[in-house]
């Protein structure tokens, strides 16, 4: 079993920045592929970035492309997900995976509790 301690989820005007922090119960950095998935109100959970266990590649939904960027401090034992230039459509609960997948597709073996990110003036 592995949990999770998400954190630096908040409020934040539009425009602005946050940074999500994601760290493993125990070292899964080199066997599993680690992601965000974000559930805004009435609306599915849906794929929000992941990278790579194997190579470190990353996969980004088309809607934060650009904006958004996953990295992992393997030391740390811990993946981040920077977040910039922030707009109310980001607003949602954000969650921390890890599994064999990317954006779009594959399996979650394990799922965060997640954290809030609120985008408004």
């Known amino acids: 079993q592995v949990q999770f301690v998400e954190s630096g989820g908040g409020l934040v005007q539009p425009g602005g920045s946050l940074r999500l922090s994601c760290v493993p119960s125990r070292f899964i950095l080199d066997v599993y592929d680690i992601g965000w998935f974000r559930q805004a109100p009435g609306k599915e959970r849906e794929g929000v970035s992941s990278?790579?266990?194997?190579?470190?590649?990353?996969d980004y939904a088309d809607s934060v492309k650009g904006r958004f960027t996953i990295f992992r401090d393997n030391a740390k034992n811990t993946v981040y997900l920077q977040m910039n230039s922030l707009k109310p459509e980001d607003t949602a609960v954000y969650y921390c995976a890890a599994g064999h997948f990317t954006v779009s597709t594959g399996t979650v073996d394990y799922w965060g509790e997640g954290t809030l990110v609120t985008v408004s003036s």
């Open positions: 990278i790579s266990f194997s190579d470190g590649s990353t």
